[in-house]
């Protein structure tokens, strides 16, 4: 079969083997040239770890660390014509470079809400691994089936209190348009929290802290995004902005329950990137391309691997065992710097009311938004042939 993408909306329906195989060992090399990170973690739980930034946190404690890694990730097998999920493909390769290099690399495909998920999880972890020192929870789901009341969730994107009207920009025609977005009802906003919120990550660190699988000094994690001023009416003061919001408040009741073992337990707000969630964000694409442009041009772009490299060695890490991580006033771990640094988000407001379709290639990097996107799929890696026929077996 000769694969090519198919794009429908804010989606890609194929996914390349051999290109996504590819893109994880572009990544692997990366981390590797940085050498080991001392007192890096030994044994990680991570939770959505096929993709974007919970792929680049395995990769980085793998082989960064040396670290032993059990994973939990929702991905589609293939199926007759039909290519499987990137994520897919992304977790076995993983998997066999983490396997030749000599460490422990297993991995659950299945709903990670669920208290099935959870129960195979504690399981391997007292057969197989035993108590992990680094538990990243990076979960990026729209939908979400409560495992006690058996309700159903599903989030949305949207502003809170009142509509919300701004540019935006359709990555695949290179077309910049004006969105309106109504604002939610309170059920809604409550759905999100549901869904994108602290509570089934509280519920994993407390299963861990029950069972003794939580090693003393562990770290657990999870991520949220800040973002700028044009993006506050639809994120962070919007539904998504809301669920962040608890999942802040949880990062601190979890770190009282594990500072006693000398553990601590953070949110890491991360740079904006080229992700699947993100490219389903109305105003986030544009945003986007105009701040790689910016980025690039002043040589601080960073991608999911090197994001999650610099919060390893930077902050996590840093210092040795039992150093103290730098954080912002509200206890979060600040790798969003660069982007958000004052000449950066200057630069970005200048730019974007003068950006249009027709001059997106000149104030913007569009086509940099692009490939970062086709890339998530396996397409446009360096060094894979896309002409050449892929077997069954490999599909």
């Excluded at 893109?23 to 040239?33: A, L, P, S, T």
């Excluded at 707000?269 to 945003?287: E, G």
């Excluded at 890490?317 to 991580?325: F, R």
Aim: one cysteine or more; aromatic letters at 8%; charged letters at 25%.
């Amino acid at each position: 079969m000769i694969i090519e993408p198919k794009i429908r909306g804010f989606l890609c329906t194929t996914a390349h083997p051999e290109g996504c195989r590819a893109g994880v060992e572009e990544q692997i090399r990366y981390v590797q040239k940085g050498g080991m990170i001392p007192g890096g973690a030994k044994k990680a739980l991570i939770i959505g770890a096929s993709t974007g930034y919970g792929l680049a946190s395995r990769i980085v404690a793998a082989f960064g660390c040396g670290a032993d890694t059990l994973a939990v990730s929702f991905e589609r097998p293939s199926e007759r014509d039909r290519t499987a999920s990137p994520g897919w493909y992304q977790t076995k390769a993983l998997e066999e470079a983490a396997r030749k290099a000599g460490l422990y690399a297993e991995s659950f495909n299945g709903d990670a809400f669920s208290n099935e998920m959870k129960d195979q999880v504690i399981a391997e972890l007292k057969k197989n691994v035993g108590p992990v020192d680094l538990f990243v929870y990076s979960l990026a789901s729209p939908r979400r089936t409560h495992p006690v009341t058996g309700i159903a969730y599903r989030s949305t994107l949207k502003p809170i209190g009142a509509s919300y009207t701004n540019k935006t920009l359709d990555f695949n025609t290179g077309v910049v348009s004006e969105v309106t977005l109504d604002p939610a009802t309170p059920e809604e906003v409550e759905h999100t929290i549901q869904v994108m919120g602290g509570e089934d990550w509280e519920m994993w660190t407390d299963r861990l802290i029950r069972e003794g699988l939580l090693a003393p000094g562990a770290k657990v994690l999870a991520y949220s995004y800040i973002g700028p001023d044009v993006t506050q009416p639809v994120y962070r003061n919007g539904t998504i902005g809301a669920a962040k919001d608890h999942l802040e408040a949880t990062a601190h009741r979890l770190h009282d329950k594990v500072k006693a073992s000398g553990g601590s337990a953070h949110v890491s707000v991360n740079k904006a990137l080229v992700t699947q969630a993100s490219s389903a964000i109305p105003f986030m694409p544009l945003y986007i391309s105009i701040l790689y442009k910016v980025m690039k041009e002043k040589g601080i772009h960073e991608g999911c691997i090197e994001q999650m490299d610099r919060l390893f060695r930077d902050r996590l890490y840093k210092g040795g065992p039992g150093a103290a991580i730098e954080t912002d006033e509200k206890g979060r771990i600040r790798v969003d710097d660069w982007e958000m640094r004052e000449d950066v988000q200057a630069e970005v407001k200048r730019l974007w009311p003068q950006v249009n379709t027709e001059n997106l290639a000149k104030w913007a990097d569009g086509t940099g938004y692009r490939d970062d996107f086709l890339r998530l799929f396996g397409f446009g890696i360096d060094g894979v042939d896309y002409a050449a026929d892929v077997p069954e077996d490999k599909i």
